[in-house]
């Protein structure tokens, strides 16, 4: 089972860690658990970030309603538990107009 679909069952088993950032930073963005719940049953990851400690972490592209938010969120097959990091709105000073694909840095 990939690992995107892991976090996905685990959404429906309430097995979720909000770091305190992510709930910080989604205040700020207008950004709701729902708006982050959806993303990644939408989703898709986009970049894998396997050196991240303590868990391997990813960046997820999905919608929520007609809005894209990317969600970065780690997996810990262990407790089979997603940790929520950060979810924003991708913008196209970083990203191409799609919301997936990063623009090159200049």
Same mark, same amino acid.
């Given at each position: 089972?990939?690992?995107l ?5 685990? +959404? ?5 860690i ?7 930073r989604? +205040?700020e ?16 990851i ?7 400690? /303590?868990?391997?972490?990813? +960046? ?21 538990a997603?940790y ?5 709105? /991708? ?8 919301g997936i ?5 200049q």
């Amino acid at each position: 089972m990939n690992t995107l679909v892991k976090m996905q069952e685990a +959404l429906e088993k309430r097995n979720i860690i909000w770091r305190r950032h992510v709930l910080s930073r989604m +205040l700020e963005r207008n950004i709701s658990r729902d708006d982050v719940f959806n993303a990644i049953q939408d989703g898709e990851i986009i970049e894998s970030y396997p050196e991240d400690k /303590p868990y391997p972490s990813y +960046l997820i592209s999905g919608f929520s309603g007609n809005k894209r938010i990317h969600v970065v969120a780690s997996w810990d097959d262990g407790a089979q538990a997603v940790y929520i990091i950060t979810a924003y709105i /991708p913008d196209e000073d970083h990203f191409q107009e799609n919301g997936i694909a990063r623009k090159a840095r200049q």
